[in-house]
């Protein structure tokens, strides 16, 4: 099992930032954290969830096109922590922000329960 717990969800303008945290813990995860790809996904109401950003444990990144240059993902591998930083934020990235550890060889995922984000115009 591995349990993913998220922070750092808000109200915030347009043009602000806020900084998601996302800590991985699990007898699974805690054995091989390498085998592990941690990211961020999103789903806005009436939408299907999507791609936010994702990491790999030796910092691999991908991002979504709609994000890139504005959001940053990061992971302290010592703390089992997964960051999301977000910049420059846009009423469209209002949405309930779910962290995801994905197995990269198994493909097991597992979910956080999610952070609602609002940004107002």
């Known amino acids: 099992q591995v349990q993913l717990v998220e922070s750092g969800g808000g109200l915030v303008q347009a043009g602000g930032s806020l900084r998601l945290s996302c800590a991985a813990s699990g007898s699974i995860f805690n054995i091989v954290p390498i085998a592990w790809r941690l990211g961020w996904f999103r789903q806005a109401p009436g939408k299907q969830r999507e791609l936010v950003a994702t990491?790999?444990?030796?910092?691999?990144?991908n991002y979504a096109d709609s994000v890139k240059g504005r959001f940053t993902i990061s992971r302290d591998n010592a703390k089992n922590t997964v960051y999301l930083q977000m910049n420059s934020l846009k009423p469209e990235d209002t949405a309930v922000y779910y962290c995801?550890?994905?197995?990269?060889?198994?493909?097991?995922?597992?979910w956080g329960q999610g952070t609602q984000v609002t940004v107002s115009s």
């Open positions: 990491i790999t444990f030796s910092g691999d990144t």
């Open positions: 995801n550890a994905e197995g990269v060889t198994t493909y097991q995922n597992y």
